[in-house]
């Protein structure tokens, strides 16, 4: 029910028919929060994985997951800075594919953004419980709840301060990994030669299990990559949007290419492969920690363990931010139900922020009834969620391109040609279905949910849209650029 323009509120509460957004994001805030999210548990735990599948050749994975996610990335951005308008490239695929492409987007990706925020903060719980054991990890997933509820609550700009400092943590932390690791390779210390590059062929060979684990790797790898996707959906609410995402989307391909690149190997330089390894989730067990306990640093698991809570934390708080923007965005085009697209004064999408917590709910009642695992299934089943979403955003960006459409303020290099080639690059990762079985079940989760979203768009939704709502949004957006 509409509330009465005489109606006073609280600068905290929401506002009369108001679901506008603020713009208070500067481009170092938007290629923080992008990077908050990308720059994760993916890197500092879940890489052992992707280490055992291929040996040292992951590198080689890397590097190609870097290129494909960077085809991604400068394609979200030239958009955007054309258009940066809310729901990102949902909201562009509406626009240049068809409504159900951009219904289809972003359901998709509010999906993805729950299960990452639940899974980020179980992580959060059980680096918690590393130093308070006696703390239960669904006690943990709701203390942390509430903090990045609060945080996602404030003001965006204070949103954006905050997030800032945390990836700034992770950022610095890996800029240090990188030059006392470098340090080690190339000088070694008295106590321990330096190794140069001799491990990465010292067992097996480069690739001691041949070139297709190369391949199949991806599929884990990819995980690492998610949440560049935030470049977009943070267009709608940046100061300059042009300018903004222009350096965001550049900053933000360099920086993760290289930090991933580098410090896998790095790690493989001075760990052996074989050691590295490590398919657990446990601190210990990570890659990282094994390089500080060689360097004989004292306290090293308790030094990654803070490093890598503050990174599932700051993780967790992006893709709340994330899921509440998309459904805002739903719920501006009456693809969701409208209350979701309620703002407070202080322009925050409170009810969307709310419901984006639902991911949060599940985790801590999985966790409650000790069920495990659950983790390792969850990255899959983001992995394959994700996939479909970056291939709807370079399908997009063909489109915006065959449209005689250019960025406003930059070209993604190589244009439809890149595209092309980055969609190959996102078909041939599907393909690893046939060979992983966690994939295996991300797909009989992942399919079945797109034809159910496929149906309902049909009986519901397509009778929902408003098509002038898109095209406001469109002319909002672009008399702001």
Known sequence: MSTPSSTRTTPGAPGPDD???????G?????MIAMGSALGTGLFLGSGEAIGIAGPAVIVSFAIGALIAATVALAMGEMASRHPV????????????????????????????????????VACAAYLSYWFP???????????????IGINLASVGSFGVIEFALSSIKVVAVLVFILIGAFLVIFGLPSAPAPGLSAL???????????????????VVMFSFGGIELLSITAAEAKDPATSIRTAARTTVVRLAFFYVLCIGIVLCLVPWRDAASTGEDVATSPFVMVFDRIGIPGAANITNLLV?????????????????????LASDRLAPRVFSATTRRKVPFVGIAASSVGILGAAVLAFSG???????MMSLVVFAVLSVWVLILATYIAFRRSGIEGATFRMPGGIASAVVGLIGLVSIFGTIVVRESMQLAAMVGVPAILLAAVLYA???????DRGEIERSFAEADSMR
């Not at 006696?134 to 509430?146: E, N, Q, R, S």
């Open 459 to 465: 009986a519901v939704a397509r009778h929902r849209i």
């Open 201 to 219: 062929t010292a067992d097996g060979g480069f690739a001691p299990m041949g070139w297709a684990p190369v391949w199949v790797a991806l599929s």
């Open 134 to 148: 006696a703390v239960p990890i669904w006690a943990g997933i709701l203390l942390f709840a509430a903090l990045i």
């Open 371 to 377: 069920v495990g695992g659950v983790f390792g299934y």
């Open 309 to 329: 809570m503050v990174a599932a934390l700051s993780a967790a708080n992006a893709n709340l931010y994330a899921g509440s923007r998309m459904l805002h965005s």
């Open 27 to 31: 481009h170092g805030q938007m290629a």
């Open 19 to 25: 679901h506008t957004l603020a713009r208070s994001l």
């Open 86 to 121: 809310r729901g990102g490239f949902g909201t562009l695929a509406a626009h240049y594919l068809s409504p159900f492409w951009g219904y289809l987007s972003r359901w998709l990706y509010w999906i993805v953004t729950i299960a990452v925020t639940g899974a980020e903060l």
